[in-house]
């Protein structure tokens, strides 16, 4: 195509419409896209490039004993219960968890 090569987005699968014309983009397991899931060419540039945001690895020792670890997606936030009345949000941003 006039683009040139299929860029290269980290984390992320890069297909080609049936035109040749778009490409599609998928992240792997739990990355999650920011951005546009199709890019196009343009005058010979792809347009705007979508990112695949890591995942927060949430350490559940950190949250009571006994809780495994588990992920959560870039901008997500979880409720979780730890012992009598007791809770703690946590956010995933940037691949770093707020606890």
């Known amino acids: ?32 896209l920011d951005g546009p899931k199709t890019v196009g060419c343009v005058k010979g540039e792809w347009t705007l490039l979508p990112v695949c945001k890591p995942p927060c690895k949430v350490e559940g020792e950190r949250i009571h004993s006994g809780q495994s670890d588990e992920y959560l997606q870039d901008g997500d936030e979880k409720r979780y219960y730890c012992g009598f009345l007791k809770k703690i949000t946590v956010r995933c941003l940037d691949g770093t968890p707020s606890y």
């Not at 195509?1 to 080609?16: E, F, H």
């Open 1 to 32: 195509s006039a683009c040139g090569d299929q860029p290269l987005i980290a984390n992320g699968d890069v297909t080609a419409t049936r035109s040749g014309k778009e490409l599609k983009v998928q992240c792997v397991k739990l990355y999650k």
